[in-house]
């Protein structure tokens, strides 16, 4: 994936290759573990980063959003 400062829906939808509702759910996941920039329907690289490294068995929700798609790790 391109290097980007923000993740809107849309890239959320290539990386996670789910749809619209599935990528605002996991928008909104990784918003309750880190939001720097506080912008609606975004979140920053940074947010994504804490999100995915968050351990899951402290975030019940992370489990959820990402039970049913395979999980992937940011491509550098």
């Given amino acids: 994936m391109e ?33 720097i920039a506080g912008l609606s329907g975004k979140v920053t690289k940074t947010d994504y980063i804490a999100w995915y490294n968050a351990p899951l068995e402290n975030y019940h929700h992370k489990t959820l959003v990402t039970n049913d798609i395979q999980y992937k790790k940011e491509e550098k």
Avoid: L, T
């Fill in 3 to 35: 290097d980007k400062q923000f993740y809107d829906y849309i890239d959320i939808m290539r990386i996670f290759q789910c749809g619209r509702d599935r990528a605002f759910s996991i928008i909104r996941s990784v918003k309750s573990v880190s939001d």
